[in-house]
């Protein structure tokens, strides 16, 4: 395994990491779950992403078995929460001070933690001032509850105006965003965020790296019904994810990953990898022979030359454009 700098703070998180994102509570029981844990355990992932919303909070409950019974030491572990969906009243969703606290109490007592590593704002909340929802999380930094803050599907005006604020009070900023980054999803990673790598030190923890399976080849002929879209309650995805021309691109990747001899999945996970404002990968996975196969992405990445990469490209054709330099006019 490999560990990168949570951004420009001082935190090592595994390259690849561990997420339980539609698998935990909804595709596979604790036993299960605890096999596929093991596995990246033992690949060296350190990092385990959670948030209150998955399962409405059985993955944390699986999670935070699964943590007592291993005994794993805490020391050892970067573990994270997201807070923004924790239920149907009235204040148990958004960012307001008194659902930030709430939720994070409860997500730490079902995971059965004193504190998680990073605490996430789920997404941005229009109905709640920013200065508030800084203002809660740098309380529970301060008070131990979490070591670091961040946000997820922020948009780099949103995420500078927290750093704005809490430059002004004086209040812990947002250290990393945990947005959607793959072969098909590239913008805002690569582009939008890019200022805030130098400006601010952002770390990423990246989701959906397969794009939701699309990657892996797997819907290549339909849908399995062991698989993701196959799941009572995804449908909204199919939309999102069966698009016949990124299925025609996919197939025509596979030759790349042959070359490469690895699996689609494990090229998709490798390419992403390569980007070096990428802080760690989230996979997911539902057996742990998938575990397996995607931790061997690490070797992959280390095979990809400029060539493939450059085919990869080809391939694509969705690389966002570079911002024009006019002095060169």
């Keep these: 395994m490999q560990y990168r700098r949570l951004g420009r703070s001082g935190l090592q998180v595994s390259a690849l990491s561990f997420g339980s994102w539609v698998t935990f509570g909804d595709q596979i029981d604790v036993d299960r779950a605890a096999e596929c844990m093991q596995v990246a355990y033992e690949h060296g992932v350190n990092f385990f992403d959670n948030a209150e919303a998955y399962a409405n909070g059985k993955s944390e ?3 935070g078995e699964i943590f007592h019974s291993k005994g794993w030491k ?13 239920g149907d009243g009235p204040n148990d969703r958004g960012l307001s001070r008194k659902h930030v606290l709430e939720g ?15 605490v996430f704002c789920h997404r941005p909340d229009l109905h709640t001032p920013v200065e508030e929802t800084v203002r809660a999380m740098s309380y529970l930094v301060e008070q131990g509850y979490a070591m670091y803050w961040g946000t997820s599907e922020w948009s780099a005006e949103q995420i500078r105006h927290a750093h704005g604020i809490a430059r002004q009070y004086n209040l812990v900023p947002p250290t990393m ?3 959607q980054y793959n072969m098909f999803h590239r913008d805002r990673v690569e582009s939008e965020y890019a200022p805030l790598y130098h400006d601010v030190g952002l770390g990423t923890t990246i989701w959906s790296p397969l794009a939701s399976g699309l990657l892996t080849g797997k819907y290549n002929d339909g849908i399995p019904e062991d698989s993701r879209l196959a799941t009572a309650g995804y449908e909204w995805l199919k939309d999102q994810v069966l698009i016949e021309e990124r299925i025609e691109k996919v197939r025509k990747l596979s030759d790349i990953a042959d ?11 490798a390419w992403c990898l390569t980007n070096d404002d990428v802080s760690t990968v989230i996979t997911g996975a539902s057996r742990p022979e998938q575990v397996e196969e995607n931790m061997q992405a690490i070797e992959v990445a280390d095979r990809l030359t400029d060539t493939h990469i450059d085919s990869i490209e080809a391939i694509l054709d969705n690389r966002p454009a570079e911002k024009r330099d006019w002095r060169d006019n």
């Design 74 to 86: 805490r020391s050892d572990l970067v573990v994270s929460t997201k807070i923004f969906w924790g």
């Design 259 to 269: 070359q490469v001899d690895a699996s689609m999945a494990q090229l998709a996970l």
């Design 61 to 63: 409950l699986m999670m």
């Design 104 to 118: 994070t109490y409860a997500a730490l007592d079902r995971l059965q933690m004193d504190y998680v590593d990073l």
């Design 177 to 179: 965003e945990q947005p």
